[in-house]
């Protein structure tokens, strides 16, 4: 009756067996899966085989379980070490998981059953592989080379498709290089297999903080810790977090209050915390070039500016803050140049004027500057324009220089004519409105190049009616001294 019992177990077992096998050949895993379980169940009850072990693993494995499929597969050998799909399948688990080494040694012990095992034979080209390119990840690691670290993790997750510190790595690397939605979708994936998974919750902190998002960065760097008391990185990014959104802070309240000098301190010193921060630190670059700008620290502002957006293309307000301060000292061509391409990127009236008003400035760049022929600021009055006509015609006058060389007598007479041309333009409310508003004068049908130099000269000196002018050396007074003397 006992021998009948056990025989009755056994057949019961093999039909588990067979309904396995078919549920596998129909890809159905998880009905295979729970007969297999079934299987293993009444295995309890008589002589234990490896095989049961053994198949449930291949179905685990083929549902991407293969934490549980290793523990499956190590029963099997453990029960059978001759077992050689045991070994084989053991070894693809650690593979899988990230574990070379330790594959390597279950697929050598499959070529000490099969010397010939051609599967056996080109996994353990695989595991060796996924050994170099782990070598190759940690040297890219320590030089910085993120990107050969990307590549090499993908070309590790190729075999070890279900590794999560190489996700991580490969994660951790890709917020390194910026590509933040990537990082993050990486990290999420692992959270969601592992919700206490503190090197991705560190990833996740990782991504926030360089988007400059760092109340929420701090949130995970917190929970990655409590997950993961030791982990280092998590531990000195919350740190850093901290110090740069305190010092930021303080620069802040400085620029404010109007403290500049302590404000651009602050921002240099929030500089130094974290280099790899990109955003904030762009952020920082143009908060430090406004202070700068400030202080009239035109050209330290404008190379702050240009860091700024070197580390952020489109960081729209340090391209105005540049070019504000290329219009500050007269560089039209570049701030024209900026305010493009920011109404490019944003096209609101706002951005539109002030392309517009740098574009009228270069164009009235280009003209003569009438207000530095005769040496007065833009905002001169009437007096101080006759004041500076007056000096500058007879600083200039041929007469005063007709004992010259011919090349200076040609160099003065030159600048005489653009004094005339000057005064006639700023001294007529008219003429000097149409060339403040960018007009070019020498576009008029009264061709500013016709006109008499010297005739202006008499009309403001009153060298008509009789009246006379001349200039005469004065002899003791040495050579190339003249006095203007009127008759």
């Given amino acids: 009756v006992r021998r009948g019992g056990e025989r009755d177990v056994r057949e019961e077992a093999e039909s588990f067996k067979e309904q396995g096998n078919a549920y596998y050949i129909k890809k159905d895993y998880s009905e295979a899966f729970n007969y297999y379980t079934k299987r293993i169940i009444y295995s309890y009850m008589c002589p234990k085989n490896a095989s049961y072990y053994g198949n449930r693993a291949a179905t685990l494995m083929m549902l991407s379980r293969h934490r549980e499929a290793l523990e499956d597969s190590q029963q099997a050998v453990r029960l059978d070490d001759t077992f050689m799909k045991g070994h084989l399948r053991e070894g693809k688990c650690h593979l899988s998981l990230g574990n070379a080494m330790a594959a390597s040694r279950c697929f050598h012990r499959v070529l000490e059953l099969e010397p010939d095992n051609s599967q056996a034979q080109q996994e353990v080209k695989n595991a060796d592989s996924v050994l170099e390119y782990e070598k190759m990840a940690e040297l890219g690691f320590e030089k910085h080379d993120f990107r050969m670290v990307v590549f090499c993790m993908d070309r590790a997750l190729e075999s070890a498709s279900a590794c999560h510190r ?25 959270l969601r297999m592992d919700a206490t998974n503190g090197d991705a919750l560190y990833v996740r902190g990782l991504c926030l903080y360089y988007e400059d998002c760092i109340d929420k960065a701090v949130q995970f760097f917190v929970q990655a810790l409590r997950m993961a008391p030791d982990h280092e990185k998590a531990r000195l990014a919350c740190r850093n977090a901290k110090a740069l959104k305190a010092k930021k802070e303080d620069g802040n309240k400085a620029f404010k209050d109007g403290n500049y000098d302590a404000a651009y301190e602050l921002y240099s010193e929030a500089l130094t915390i974290d280099p790899n921060n990109i955003k904030t630190n762009a952020k920082l670059f143009c908060n430090r ?13 404008i190379e702050d500016c240009t860091k700024a957006v070197k580390l952020d293309e489109t960081y729209i307000k340090a391209y105005l803050r540049r070019a504000q301060c290329y219009m500050d000292k007269e560089e039209y061509d570049e701030a024209v140049r900026d305010y493009e391409k920011v109404y490019q990127t944003e096209k609101t009236k706002e951005h539109k004027h002030l392309l517009k008003n740098a574009q009228l400035e270069l164009k009235k760049s280009k003209r003569k500057d009438y207000y530095k022929v005769l ?25 005063r220089h007709s004992s010259a060389s011919a090349e200076v007598q040609k160099e003065e007479e030159k600048k005489f004519k653009e004094v005339g041309e000057a005064f006639t333009v700023l001294s007529d409310p008219k003429k000097k409105s149409r060339y403040d508003s960018g007009h070019d004068m020498e576009d008029d049908t009264g061709n500013m190049g016709d006109f008499d130099a010297n005739n202006i000269f008499k009309a403001f000196f009153g060298g008509g009616g009789g009246q006379g002018y001349s200039f005469e050396a004065n002899q003791s007074s040495g050579p190339g001294n003249f006095f203007f003397q009127f008759g």
Wanted: glycine fraction near 6%.
């Fill in 166 to 190: 190489f996700k991580v790595l490969k994660a951790e690397c890709l917020a390194m290089l910026g590509r933040y939605p990537e990082a993050q979708s990486v990290a999420s994936d692992i």
């Fill in 289 to 301: 070039g406004t202070v700068g700008s400030k202080l009239k620290k035109i050209d330290q502002a």
């Fill in 375 to 399: 040496g007065v600021d833009k905002n001169a009055t009437e007096d101080e324009i006759k004041k500076a006509y007056r000096k500058r015609a007879l600083m200039h006058h041929p007469d």
